[in-house]
């Protein structure tokens, strides 16, 4: 499966950062769709984070994705990867 990888940066209420993507299929292409899962992911954060759009998120690269992505895609729609201050 080709994936579409969303570079975010989303400020947490005590000053860090977090960095992730979001993967989702290359055939999803709205925004809000896209915002919505991340937005979903930063509620299951147990800190406060600002909120997520087009200024923290932004497309980046699309890649081919690895079993494990594919089925977590498959279902949940998207797949997210934590890179920095996620917990």
């Not at 579409?4 to 977090?18: A, F, I, L, Q």
């Not at 709205?30 to 600002?50: A, H, P, Q, R």
Request: net charge negative.
């Amino acid at each position: 499966m080709e994936v579409s990888v969303w570079d975010t940066y989303v400020p947490r209420e005590d000053g860090k950062v977090m960095h992730f993507d979001i993967l989702v299929p290359s055939t999803t292409t709205n925004t809000d769709v896209i915002f919505g899962y991340g937005t979903e992911y930063l509620k299951s954060k147990s800190f406060g984070t600002g909120k997520l759009s087009a200024k923290e998120c932004r497309f980046c690269h699309m890649q081919s994705a690895p079993a494990h992505v594919v089925e977590s895609i498959e279902a949940e729609g998207y797949y997210i990867i934590e890179m920095e201050n996620c917990s």
